[in-house]
């Protein structure tokens, strides 16, 4: 029971958190010969589920597991072993850490720098006041660092790491808008086999986000390969379904950032011994994601009254 809220809750946040990819694949994919969306569509899946969504979490291991080789790391990750499974947790607050700093950052980033619909109070005067997100940034990082350094100084190694990659793949992420953006208007003809990496290339760096955000809900690999797995298809189906209907559930991003900050806090407090029950980032996941879709859902219901009314006045 255990294992599968942990699928499920993962399975859906991967689905919230990418939304905005599933967006960006089909406005792409609209202006894409039907061959290349087919070959997309299903070697696409094939890629984004057993290459990046199954290799990311084992690199990751390895990386923050300096007593195994790539083919132990390899191993353990689809070990039962408890020796095994106790070097991970051995290894994990590293690793942890700097998800957590990557995961807070990210939730900064949007809230205090991108365009949203604001669902809740305070959102648009922290957004009108951007620029202390740096300031921001800067204060947890050194405090975490701080803490990180007493406790174990590999761990501030890791929230420094956890901090360059953020602002890497903030990089990466804000490149690839400025090419969407010629893509679609016209200006600059790539081919559709351009298209095709360049879609390959975003699914790569959405996942980042999705396997980090994983580590909150467990640090078993085949749980979060299927978990993210699941979720990947299920934003390759929205991408070729009706996309225009998910663009209506606005809030839906707020539901994946404010998750990603829990999460975020989350993997910060296990890292430095404070424990969490297993079932308290799906548990929690669900509920923050499921209040932001109600919150959307309401607002459609509205404006088709709304707009009921208004043909009925013209009428």
């Known amino acids: 029971m255990s294992g599968l809220i942990t699928i499920l809750g993962l399975a859906l946040f991967e689905v919230v958190n990418s939304v905005d990819n599933a967006v960006i694949n089909a406005e792409v994919l609209s202006k894409m010969g039907q061959r290349a969306r087919r070959w997309f569509l299903l070697w696409g899946i094939l890629f984004a589920v057993f290459l990046v969504r199954g290799l990311l979490p084992w690199v990751i291991i390895w990386l923050t597991s300096g007593e195994l080789t790539m083919w132990q790391a390899l191993v353990a990750t689809f070990s039962s072993s408890p020796e095994v499974h106790l070097l991970i947790e051995q290894s994990a607050p590293p690793l942890l850490v700097g998800a957590g700093v990557f995961l807070v950052f990210l939730f900064l980033h949007w809230l205090f720098l991108e365009d949203k619909s604001y669902g809740l109070l305070g959102e648009r005067f922290i957004h009108r006041h951007g620029l202390w997100f740096y300031t921001f940034a800067s204060v947890i990082l050194t405090v975490i660092v701080w803490f990180s350094i007493k406790t174990n100084p590999v761990m501030a190694m890791g929230a420094v790491i956890g901090s360059t990659a953020f602002f890497m793949v903030h990089g990466f992420k804000e490149n690839a808008e400025s090419v969407e953006r010629r893509m679609l208007s016209g200006g600059v003809q790539f ?20 396997v980090l955000g994983a580590f909150a809900f467990t640090l078993s690999i085949p749980l979060i390969i299927i978990g993210n797995g699941i979720g990947a298809i299920v934003v390759r189906q929205l ?5 225009e209907r998910v663009k209506k559930f606005v809030f839906l991003k707020n539901g994946a950032m404010y998750s990603i900050l829990c999460l975020g806090v989350i993997m910060l407090f296990d890292a430095f011994g404070l424990r ?4 308290l980032s799906p548990v929690m996941t ?7 879709f109600t919150k959307s859902l309401r607002l459609i219901k509205k404006a088709d009254r709304e707009s009921a009314t208004e043909n009925l006045i013209t009428s």
């Open 191 to 210: 081919s559709d086999w351009s298209k095709i990496m360049y879609l390959e290339a975003i699914d790569a760096c959405f996942s980042i986000d999705g």
């Open 239 to 243: 991408t070729i379904g009706n996309i």
């Open 286 to 292: 669900a509920i923050i994601i499921g209040w932001f």
């Open 276 to 279: 969490s029950p297993s079932w």
